[in-house]
């Protein structure tokens, strides 16, 4: 098992290294007073939450492709966006994946205008819907706080749609419509990588693009050094040259998690978790009966702070009433 | 309610119910028999605060107290001085602060507080707006004599209908007199029955009746007291706020940092054929606004955006 420390010599503001941090305050908050040697047989470190979360954005892949009506591609890219982000700073042993997962796909399809109810949208879940339709409304709210309420995605299906009507109107490659499958398969895959985290939408659509046509053994080189950069923006064209060449190596190095260890960890998952976020927990159902207990108590204990202020409000005049009289 | 008496002969209202009293700028009253019986040279002072009077400027107390009548008194002769008008001032705010001042002039002159110094603040706003009161004076007049000349064609008008009216009932007079003797005169002199003769003369009454009705309503063009409409209407304009202008607006193009290549102009789309790789709009698309172009437009945009963009964070998480 990695060890603990294992992020603590990322670079700051890294994505590895603020994933980090997320597990490493979990681990203090809820392992306060552990040894080292618990802690680590206790909880899950930032690797494994890693491995566990490369494994949900599988099953949430696998999700949006079955899901009924079909829903648009950008729906998926935003799911996956705010699945990502959230992770960013939330520990998985705080919020279970498989909860998050749901509600990143419900919230994408409002922002997407990709219109379905909560009933339609539950008909696509196995088990209890009723359960599922409350985690998802109780973590919607949740899941737009932790996103900074930024809910607007650039997904890279518009710049490919861009870039492929500058390739039919400046570049004389025979039947642009080829490309088609080598795109959506390096798009798709670019999703199981953090690259829609770090590059722009438009660098990843360039990469896309630049994949297909190696595919089918077409060089597209020159049309993006000449036509598309030009010979103003020469300086910048290796950066560029870096950035697809790192989103195609990535996406190609993708392995899924092996079954044996995903299953293990789950499983410590399950014992380390937040209870108190846990909708099978007795700490979270109690939570939430108090939430309602309190609207029916909230007028009560309003009266009852406004009398106590008014009180000491009162008093207090009287007080600086008393200092005042003698020179009056 | 108290008694009014005269301070100086102890006159009651109830002693003498013709009782009189008159004050003069001091605000002190005194009865019109004191005044008469002190002030027979035309002059003479306050027998309560010895502030030399005039008998002229005695005048019939209106109020009981005293104090409100020095008050209206003080009020007049200030306000003579003090006319702005609201539209003088930039703002409310302005306008109110004035307002305010007034206020605390006439208090202070009313009350005897820091009247030196009231009176040179009257002075020093007297010659620091010497213009503007000359000039709100005359505008006042001017206000005053339209008043006055509405008044006027008010009480003409009023008149003349008075005399229409006057005449018309003397002229219904002589016609049923007149009738009434032809009435006679047809019973007396002519052959018919009786019975048919009234009834010819009931329907002709009813005929000249009837005509008199018919006679067209004139259009109402006035109000009832005599102002013409349209006259009203030039005369409320409301006050035009100044507003302070600043420097004029300059309109500037939004910029929009693109962190790529340049895109196409809306132009290039067409002449370079860009249009034709998109699907073309349908017309009930086009009754929305939409055109092809702005959708081609906006995947060109965001294809050459940010492809400049250097990510600092270069390693990607694996």
Same mark, same amino acid.
């Given at each position: 098992?990695?060890?603990?420390?294992?992020?603590?010599?990322?670079?700051?503001?890294?994505?590895?290294?603020?994933?980090?941090?997320?597990?490493?305050?979990?681990?203090?908050?809820?392992?306060?007073?552990?040894?080292?040697?618990?802690?680590?047989?206790?909880?899950?470190?930032?690797?494994?939450?890693?491995?566990?979360?490369?494994?949900?954005?599988?099953?949430?892949?696998?999700?949006?492709?079955?899901?009924?009506?079909?829903?648009?591609?950008?729906?998926?890219?935003?799911?996956?966006?705010?699945?990502?982000?959230?992770?960013?700073?939330?520990?998985?042993?705080?919020?279970?994946?498989?909860?998050?997962?749901?509600?990143?796909?419900?919230?994408?399809?409002?922002?997407?205008?990709?219109?379905?109810?909560?009933?339609?949208?539950?008909?696509?879940?196995?088990?209890?819907?009723?359960?599922?339709?409350?985690?998802?409304?109780?973590?919607?709210?949740?899941?737009?706080?932790?996103?900074?309420?930024?809910?607007?995605?650039?997904?890279?299906?518009?710049?490919?749609?861009?870039?492929?009507?500058?390739?039919?109107?400046?570049?004389?490659?025979?039947?642009?419509?080829?490309?088609?499958?080598?795109?959506?398969?390096?798009?798709?895959?670019?999703?199981?990588?953090?690259?829609?985290?770090?590059?722009?939408?438009?660098?990843?659509?360039?990469?896309?693009?630049?994949?297909?046509?190696?595919?089918?053994?077409?060089?597209?080189?020159?049309?993006?050094?000449?036509?598309?950069?030009?010979?103003?923006?020469?300086?910048?064209?290796?950066?560029?040259?870096?950035?697809?060449?790192?989103?195609?190596?990535?996406?190609?190095?993708?392995?899924?998690?092996?079954?044996?260890?995903?299953?293990?960890?789950?499983?410590?998952?399950?014992?380390?978790?937040?209870?108190?976020?846990?909708?099978?927990?007795?700490?979270?159902?109690?939570?939430?009966?108090?939430?309602?207990?309190?609207?029916?108590?909230?007028?009560?204990?309003?009266?009852?702070?406004?009398?106590?202020?008014?009180?000491?409000?009162?008093?207090?005049?009287?007080?600086?009433?008393?200092?005042?009289?003698?020179?009056? | 309610?108290?008694?009014?008496?005269?301070?100086?002969?102890?006159?009651?209202?109830?002693?003498?119910?013709?009782?009189?009293?008159?004050?003069?700028?001091?605000?002190?009253?005194?009865?019109?028999?004191?005044?008469?019986?002190?002030?027979?040279?035309?002059?003479?002072?306050?027998?309560?605060?010895?502030?030399?009077?005039?008998?002229?400027?005695?005048?019939?107390?209106?109020?009981?107290?005293?104090?409100?009548?020095?008050?209206?008194?003080?009020?007049?002769?200030?306000?003579?001085?003090?006319?702005?008008?609201?539209?003088?001032?930039?703002?409310?705010?302005?306008?109110?602060?004035?307002?305010?001042?007034?206020?605390?002039?006439?208090?202070?002159?009313?009350?005897?507080?820091?009247?030196?110094?009231?009176?040179?603040?009257?002075?020093?706003? *007297?010659?620091?707006?010497?213009? @503007?009161? +000359?000039?709100? &004076?005359? =505008?006042?007049? #001017? %206000?005053?004599?339209? !008043?006055?000349?509405?008044?006027?064609?008010?009480?003409?008008?009023?008149?003349?209908? *008075?005399?229409?009216?006057?005449? @018309?009932? +003397?002229?219904? &007079?002589? =016609?049923?007199? #007149? %009738?009434?003797?032809? !009435?006679?005169?047809?019973?007396?002199?002519?052959?018919?029955?009786?019975?048919?003769?009234?009834?010819?003369?009931?329907?002709?009454?009813?005929?000249? &009746?009837?005509?008199?009705?018919?006679?067209?309503?004139?259009?109402?063009?006035?109000?009832?007291?005599?102002?013409?409409?349209?006259?009203?209407?030039?005369?409320?304009?409301?006050?035009?706020?100044?507003?302070?202008?600043?420097?004029?607006?300059?309109?500037?193009?939004?910029?929009?940092?693109?962190?790529?290549?340049?895109?196409?102009?809306?132009?290039?789309?067409?002449?370079?054929?860009?249009?034709?790789?998109?699907?073309?709009?349908?017309?009930?698309?086009?009754?929305?606004?939409?055109?092809?172009?702005?959708?081609?437009?906006?995947?060109?945009?965001?294809?050459?955006?940010?492809?400049?963009?250097?990510?600092?964070?270069?390693?990607?998480?694996?």
């Amino acid at each position: 098992m990695a060890g603990l420390c294992e992020g603590g010599n990322e670079p700051p503001g890294s994505l590895k290294a603020s994933k980090h941090e997320a597990n490493r305050k979990f681990i203090l908050k809820h392992g306060a007073n552990m040894t080292e040697e618990q802690r680590e047989r206790t909880f899950l470190s930032a690797a494994d939450e890693r491995l566990l979360l490369r494994q949900y954005e599988l099953q949430l892949r696998d999700f949006c492709r079955r899901f009924n009506p079909p829903m648009p591609r950008s729906v998926t890219g935003t799911a996956f966006h705010y699945f990502k982000r959230f992770y960013l700073h939330n520990s998985v042993m705080d919020y279970h994946p498989k909860e998050i997962l749901v509600t990143c796909v419900y919230l994408a399809c409002k922002v997407e205008e990709f219109n379905i109810s909560i009933q339609q949208f539950v008909a696509n879940i196995k088990g209890d819907r009723e359960k599922a339709s409350d985690i998802i409304l109780n973590n919607e709210l949740l899941l737009m706080q932790q996103l900074n309420f930024h809910l607007t995605v650039h997904n890279p299906y518009r710049p490919i749609c861009g870039l492929l009507i500058d390739i039919k109107t400046r570049c004389p490659l025979k039947d642009p419509e080829r490309l088609q499958p080598g795109i959506d398969e390096l798009l798709d895959r670019t999703f199981l990588t953090d690259a829609c985290l770090l590059y722009a939408p438009s660098q990843i659509a360039l990469a896309a693009i630049l994949h297909a046509a190696s595919k089918i053994q077409e060089n597209l080189d020159s049309y993006v050094t000449e036509t598309l950069f030009g010979r103003s923006a020469t300086d910048i064209l290796p950066n560029l040259i870096e950035a697809v060449r790192k989103i195609r190596s990535t996406v190609k190095s993708i392995e899924t998690p092996p079954r044996e260890m995903v299953r293990q960890l789950e499983k410590k998952l399950e014992k380390c978790r937040n209870q108190e976020n846990n909708p099978d927990s007795q700490i979270y159902k109690q939570r939430m009966q108090d939430m309602l207990d309190e609207d029916d108590e909230h007028s009560i204990q309003t009266y009852a702070r406004v009398a106590r202020e008014q009180a000491s409000q009162e008093e207090r005049l009287l007080g600086i009433t008393r200092v005042l009289s003698p020179s009056a | 309610m108290d008694e009014q008496a005269c301070p100086r002969c102890k006159t009651t209202k109830y002693r003498n119910p013709s009782l009189k009293l008159m004050v003069n700028i001091c605000g002190h009253a005194l009865c019109e028999s004191c005044v008469d019986l002190l002030f027979l040279k035309g002059s003479g002072s306050c027998p309560e605060c010895n502030v030399p009077l005039r008998r002229s400027n005695f005048r019939v107390q209106l109020f009981e107290d005293s104090m409100v009548e020095k008050e209206v008194d003080i009020r007049k002769r200030i306000l003579r001085d003090f006319n702005k008008k609201e539209e003088d001032f930039a703002t409310l705010r302005e306008y109110n602060d004035y307002l305010e001042d007034i206020e605390s002039i006439i208090f202070n002159l009313t009350n005897n507080i820091d009247v030196i110094a009231t009176n040179k603040k009257i002075d020093q706003y *007297k010659r620091d707006n010497r213009e @503007l009161i +000359l000039k709100n &004076k005359s =505008k006042i007049g #001017r %206000e005053e004599m339209e !008043l006055e000349e509405l008044l006027e064609e008010e009480k003409q008008q009023e008149e003349i209908k *008075k005399k229409e009216l006057v005449k @018309l009932e +003397l002229e219904e &007079k002589k =016609k049923k007199i #007149r %009738e009434k003797e032809a !009435l006679i005169d047809e019973l007396m002199f002519s052959n018919a029955d009786a019975k048919n003769i009234m009834e010819t003369f009931a329907s002709n009454v009813q005929a000249a &009746k009837e005509e008199a009705k018919a006679v067209p309503v004139i259009r109402a063009t006035q109000f009832s007291t005599g102002i013409k409409f349209s006259h009203q209407r030039q005369q409320t304009f409301m006050p035009v706020p100044k507003i302070e202008e600043g420097p004029l607006y300059e309109y500037e193009a939004p910029k929009q940092p693109t962190d790529g290549p340049v895109p196409p102009t809306w132009q290039d789309l067409q002449e370079k054929g860009y249009v034709n790789y998109v699907e073309p709009e349908r017309s009930e698309q086009r009754a929305g606004g939409y055109r092809a172009n702005i959708s081609c437009m906006r995947s060109l945009q965001e294809a050459l955006a940010g492809l400049y963009h250097v990510s600092d964070r270069t390693e990607l998480v694996s």
